[in-house]
């Protein structure tokens, strides 16, 4: 069964880079790892790319990301005490947010580190959950698009988010 997967894996890799080199373009294309039906919130209320993702586990169901959840943390942060904020923080654990970040590193330990585009409240998301093929095909300074679950956040002198379970929209 493995062999076989590895097989459309590598058919479907060979057809794209076929693609991309008989239309002239330069930008290496990224070969799908699962197919299957695309989740379709955003980080700011707007949709989510309605293409097929490229990566997620086909055996998993994953809920929908809370719409415009990245921006209600924006605004809560601002508006709430620290304590307040700390405490909604927590009750985010578990839950999903749809995020766009530029690949910093990708770690020994298997998560890829990420500093979110555009700014805003998070200094730092680490990604857990991504094969060790999807890992390697990373490189510094990629912009993915992504939902993935809330597992931990930390506040000490910088802001980590913490997130596993991914849904991989696009890598560019």
């Known amino acids: ?18 693609v991309t080199l ?19 919130i955003g980080q700011t209320g707007t949709a989510a790319p309605t293409g097929t993702p490229i990566f997620w586990d086909s055996s998993r169901v994953y809920p929908q990301p809370v719409p415009g959840l990245y921006q209600q943390i924006l ?4 508006k709430m005490t620290d304590i307040q904020f700390e405490e909604y923080l927590s009750s ?16 020994a ?3 890829v580190y990420f ?9 730092t998301v680490y990604l857990s959950g991504l094969p ?23 506040e000490i002198i910088i802001t980590v988010l913490e997130v596993d379970d991914p849904v991989i929209y696009s890598i560019r």
């Open 22 to 40: 008989a239309c002239g373009s330069t930008t290496p294309p990224v070969a799908p790892v699962n197919i299957g039906t695309a989740i379709s």
């Open 92 to 107: 985010l654990k578990g839950q999903r947010i749809h995020l766009k970040a530029t690949v910093m590193e990708v770690l």
């Open 109 to 111: 330990d298997n998560r």
């Open 132 to 154: 060790r093929d999807i890992l390697l095909a990373l490189n510094k300074d990629q912009i993915v698009e992504f939902d993935a679950t809330i597992v931990d956040f930390t």
């Open 1 to 18: 069964m493995l062999k076989n997967k590895c097989t459309v894996i590598y058919l479907a890799f060979a057809i794209l880079v076929g």
């Open 115 to 123: 500093e979110a585009t555009g700014g805003g409240f998070f200094d």
């Open 75 to 78: 605004d809560n942060k601002s």
